[in-house]
């Protein structure tokens, strides 16, 4: 395994996170255009909605951060690549109800934030 990737505890961080931000990234897109949701267009799901977009734009940017100072580029591309391949069908296993709407949400928010936690314990990305 050396050969392909050295360090593979951070290939695996990576991995866990680059899937949850696929994950969320494709639950979010769901609630797009916000003329086709009403559900979402109280100040709950909009202040849901911002707080999401927001994370994401920070998981993103950590996990490629992380990505880049513990991986090979190879490693790097190739497994977020199979995290967007691979993630519609995580999307598609969750239940309607949970994906959809503020409940929907409220767990990508949740997981968001755990994702981000782990990362910045893990990685120490987000350094001042």
């Not at 392909?4 to 797009?32: D, H, M, Q, R, S």
């Not at 709950?44 to 977009?53: E, R, V």
């Not at 997981?111 to 981000?116: E, I, S, Y």
Request: hydrophobic fraction near 55%; glycine fraction near 12%; charge should be neutral.
């Amino acid at each position: 395994m050396d050969m392909v990737e050295p360090n593979v505890v951070a290939l695996l961080w990576f991995t866990i996170f680059a899937g949850v931000t696929c994950l969320g990234f494709y639950v979010l897109t769901g609630a797009f255009p916000l003329e086709t949701r009403p559900d979402l267009k109280r100040p709950l799901g909009l202040a849901l909605l911002s707080i999401n977009l927001l994370l994401l734009v920070a998981l993103g940017a950590g996990s490629v951060a992380y990505g880049v100072e513990h991986l090979r580029w190879t490693s790097l591309v190739i497994v977020g690549g199979f995290a967007f391949l691979f993630a519609p069908g995580l999307f598609n296993v969750w239940p309607t109800k949970w994906r959809d709407g503020q409940a929907g949400l409220a767990i990508v928010l949740a997981g968001f934030g755990a994702t981000l936690g782990a990362l910045q314990a893990v990685g120490n990305v987000f350094s001042l």
